[in-house]
């Protein structure tokens, strides 16, 4: 069973929220919490900040703002 703090979960519950329940459950984020590793949660969040534009991958500011808002908040 994870344990969470309130800061972790409300960032793991806004980060879900926006990329959505199925590539959340498939994620390498997911492996790793529930493999312990919470260092590695920053690293994974951030990873998440592409979208496809035109057919290819891009990142997006909006969602690279969003990504470190969201380590701040996990980090808290």
Do not use: C, H
């Not at 590695?40 to 808002?69: M, S």
């Amino acid at each position: 069973m994870l344990r969470l703090s309130a800061p972790q979960r409300a960032a793991l519950i806004d980060f879900v929220f926006n990329l959505g329940e199925a590539n959340f459950a498939s994620s390498t984020l997911l492996a790793r919490l529930n493999a312990g590793d919470y260092a590695a949660v920053p690293g994974q969040l951030l990873r998440w900040n592409k979208a496809t534009v035109a057919g290819k991958r891009v990142v997006l500011d909006g969602l690279t703002t969003r990504r470190y808002a969201e380590v701040r908040l996990w980090s808290t």
